[in-house]
């Protein structure tokens, strides 16, 4: 079965990461679950510099409720990746956010993953309206479909 392509231009925003030493699991690559932590950077450096998310003291958090990922080729430290970002699907109190993995200067995806945040009253754990900054923040990301 082949996967869908996942390009570069496919996606809204870009964030850089380095590779740690100890991303690397014994066979020489980054661990399969590094990637999610990659992911969870991504979209929290977004929410915080663009939609205003404050994660010490703010009354709303995110909370990741499903994930998933798929590996199309390995990355290894001392590699320079991108991870891509776009919004799948913007809700009343959660979002679906799309991101890809990028060596530095490439076009295709190394792997492509998807997790969901239901923004919740952090005293509750209840849902909330995601909050009107982080909004326009997330609706800078939508892809058309």
Not at 3 to 16: I, S
Not at 48 to 76: K, M, N, P, R, W
Request: hydrophobic residues 40%; proline residues 4%.
């Amino acid at each position: 079965m082949s996967q869908p392509q996942h390009l570069r231009g496919d996606y809204r925003h870009f964030q850089p990461i380095t590779t740690r030493w100890h991303d690397n699991d014994i066979y020489g690559h980054v661990n399969n679950v590094v990637y999610y932590g990659y992911f969870d950077s991504a979209v929290n450096t977004y929410l915080i510099e663009q939609g205003g998310l404050d994660i010490h003291e703010g009354g709303v958090v995110g909370f990741v409720v499903s994930s998933s990922c798929d590996y199309f080729a390995s990355i290894a430290f001392p590699d320079r990746i991108e991870v891509g970002l776009r919004v799948g699907k913007l809700g009343n109190s959660s979002v679906q956010y799309e991101l890809a993995i990028f060596k530095q200067g490439e076009d295709e995806a190394c792997a492509a993953g998807r997790f969901v945040h239901v923004f919740v009253d952090r005293e509750s754990n209840r849902p909330v309206p995601i909050p009107e900054t982080l909004r326009l923040a997330l609706a800078e990301l939508v892809i058309a479909t």
